[in-house]
């Protein structure tokens, strides 16, 4: 029984789950907030609370909220299509997050067929810099999501950390790597998996030349209009994990990063995932960075049991303390 429970673990959790219309919208457990531009926020989210934390003995402690983006794996300009996709993830979050106890955030952010060079789901370079008010810095709204389900669940007596947990695999995994650089001071501690082929590396500079976000931090000022806060991300706790044979590679997509991008990301790098991995790690490593990278040997790009026991164990020496 228990293998069968993990295997659904593992197909709830890969970038590739395909979303069920029949999953109802909502449980007693997870609830929908709608869109509240005046809260700083276009698009809904999506909210779980534990059982655990109804309980009187809850309300003397402080929780943290764990923040899950989506990551629908495909463009589509409907927002139902991703909406679908969070509705399902969201139904069984707690099954593979329940021994933390800690509320799930998912935020329903688009990404678009009609401008699909916009990887909205990763944090990219476009959609920090689109004048495309849709679809432009969904950094600041999932912070202004954070920021209202805190008060959400303080009108029901729960303390919430200032600083979140993240989880997130490829897209996703993309995303939360690039949001603990954009807001170090909101984040505890990052779970990052197979994250486009490349971690942001915090690095202005690499064999003679700039690199620019997301390939690193050279122009963080211009792209995000804030100098890179080096000491508050010195005190974000990442773990960044890969199969050994996990071939998904975003820099050679023209929505992940640009043919510049990827020109210096070849030469310096590598071509695989695989072969640039020591080097990331060396990187966080020279900057202080407080990152445990993680290899699993015989493994594509999927998330496995050993993984999932890991992320636990991890984001356990942070949650609620």
């Known amino acids: 029984m ?12 890969t970038a590739s789950l395909v979303p069920s219309q029949n999953n109802p919208a909502e449980s007693k457990n997870v609830i929908k907030v709608e869109a509240d531009a005046g809260s700083g926020f276009s698009y809904p989210y999506y909210l779980l609370v534990p059982d ?24 589509n300009d409907d927002l139902s299509v991703h909406e679908a996709n969070v509705k399902q993830k ?11 106890n800690v509320p799930v955030l998912m935020p329903v952010f688009p990404r678009p067929e009609t401008d699909w060079k916009i990887y909205t789901h990763a944090l990219d370079r476009d959609s920090l810099l689109t004048e495309k008010a849709e679809y432009k810095r969904f950094d600041l709204q999932l912070a202004a999501m954070i920021s209202h389900a805190r008060g959400k669940l303080a009108k029901e007596n729960l ?15 993309m995303f939360v790597n690039r949001f603990a650089f ?14 486009g082929g490349w971690a942001i590396a915090p690095s202005e500079k690499f064999g003679g030349k700039t ?3 997301p390939i690193g931090v050279g122009d963080f000022k211009t792209v995000t209009g804030k100098k890179l806060d080096t000491k508050k991300l010195q005190k974000v706790a990442f773990f960044i994990f890969l199969g050994d044979k996990d071939e998904n590679d975003s820099v ?6 640009e043919e510049e991008d990827k020109t210096i990301i070849f030469e310096l790098f590598g071509k695989t995932p695989l072969e640039r991995w020591e080097i990331s790690k060396k990187l966080y490593a020279e900057n202080k960075m407080q990152a445990e990278f993680k290899l699993y040997p015989d493994t594509a790009h999927k998330v496995t049991i050993e993984m999932i026991g890991d992320i636990q164990v991890f984001f356990g020496k942070f949650a609620n303390n």
């Open 2 to 13: 228990r293998n069968i429970l993990y295997i659904f673990l593992i197909i709830l959790v």
């Open 252 to 257: 050679v997509f023209g929505d992940g990063y």
């Open 90 to 100: 969201m139904m069984q979050m707690g099954m593979v997050f329940g021994k933390l």
């Open 52 to 75: 655990a934390l109804r309980e009187e003995s809850a309300k003397n402690q402080t929780h943290n909220l764990l923040v899950a983006p989506n990551n629908t794996g495909k463009i």
């Open 159 to 173: 303390k919430i950390d200032e600083r979140v947990l993240m989880y997130g695999f490829s897209a996703s995994g």
């Open 211 to 213: 690199l620019r976000y």
């Open 182 to 195: 954009l807001h170090p001071d909101k984040v505890k501690a990052v779970a990052c998996g197979s994250p």
